[in-house]
């Protein structure tokens, strides 16, 4: 096997467009649920010898706290062998990007953060039930550039109702001008 996948299906809140297995959990189920993957990645250790690429999905993974995230990262890389993977990614709300989590992502060689970012109009974001706006994807960008994490994919979504033309446009607009890496639209 050369990729894993694997998924936290916890938010701080339901979006009104996902259809991904997702819950609000609180902290008891969130670490109940991550002591289960982390028996489940004990079990399989043999089988992730060949590991090339990681991906961290959900929900949102930093629906996390950050001392469960960190304790499961650590498990991660205290089990997986981190110098042959390539690319190691996880989902973020772009709210979640703080300092600590930035840090966090370095220290366990996190090379690749997907923002859930949808659109940069604060009007779409809310009707999307988003706990984010659209300063907040530019501050997450900033931050996890300052931490020379720059192999960042935005996740967009278009065709939104009440969405107009020139609101694709300045999404589309904004984008050319990050310079982000990837662009899932």
Not at 24 to 34: G, L, R, V
Not at 70 to 76: C, K, S, V
Not at 100 to 108: E, G, P, R, S
Not at 153 to 170: C, E, G, R, V
């Amino acid at each position: 096997m050369e990729s894993l996948y694997i998924h936290i299906p916890f938010c701080t809140q339901i979006c009104s467009y996902c259809d991904f297995h997702r819950e609000i959990a609180n902290p008891q189920k969130k670490k109940a649920y991550i002591n289960a993957l982390k028996h489940e990645l004990w079990y399989f250790k043999p089988r992730l010898n060949n590991l090339k690429t990681i991906y961290i999905g959900g929900g949102t993974p930093t629906a996390l706290s950050p001392a469960m995230l960190a304790d499961f990262l650590a498990f991660l890389n205290e089990h997986i062998n981190m110098a042959q993977i390539k690319e190691f990614t996880i989902e973020a709300n772009p709210k979640d990007i703080t300092e600590t989590m930035a840090i966090l992502f370095k220290k366990y060689h996190i090379n690749r953060i997907s923002l859930g970012a949808q659109s940069f109009d604060d009007a779409l974001l809310k009707l999307l039930r988003r706990n984010h706006e659209a300063k907040d994807i530019f501050h997450a960008i900033d931050m996890l550039n300052r931490h020379e994490l720059h192999n960042i994919s935005l996740d967009m979504i278009f065709a939104l109702p009440t969405q107009t033309m020139n609101m694709l446009k300045k999404d589309l607009k904004t984008l050319m001008h990050l310079k982000i890496k990837h662009i899932s639209y």
